[in-house]
């Protein structure tokens, strides 16, 4: 259904390190990084799609972030959940929601919350049982 997500960013080194961390702990690999543009992608371990791709706004404007717009990362196991929500707070993310179980969603909806240091929502979820 989704080919990629795009995130504008205003410090592309900054957003590198920190969505760089996020992805290394759900086990996301880096497709590409071009500082020229400057934009990077990360794809499944499996590679294919979808991308989740960061970078300076296409239209040279300065990035701003959406109200009410948010992007929710797979994560393989609530561990990962863990890991990615940590890896985030360690490079610049601000809690938007630590890692806990929120059945009001589902029975089995593990998931945590934080914005990245351009203040875009990014959400980490496992539906899988513990």
């Known amino acids: ?28 690999s880096l497709r590409f ?25 296409y239209d040279g404007a300065p990035a701003a972030i959406g109200n009410g717009q948010m992007v929710a990362l797979l994560a393989p196991s609530r561990a990962a ?10 490079n610049g993310g601000a809690c938007e929601g630590p890692p806990s179980l929120r059945p009001h969603y589902h029975a089995n ?10 203040g875009n929502k990014l959400g980490v979820v496992c539906h899988d049982p513990a």
Request: charged share 15%; hydrophobic share 50%; aromatic share 16%.
């Open 81 to 90: 959940v863990d890991a990615a929500y940590a890896a985030a707070l360690a």
């Open 33 to 57: 990084r071009d500082e020229t543009r400057p934009w990077a992608g990360w794809q499944p371990a499996a590679g294919g799609r979808p991308l989740f791709l960061i970078g300076s706004p």
């Open 109 to 118: 909806y593990y998931g945590a919350y934080f914005r990245d240091p351009d």
């Open 1 to 28: 259904m989704i080919s990629h997500t795009f995130l504008g960013v205003a410090d592309f080194d900054a957003a590198f390190r920190f969505h760089g961390a996020v992805m290394a702990a759900l086990g996301n």
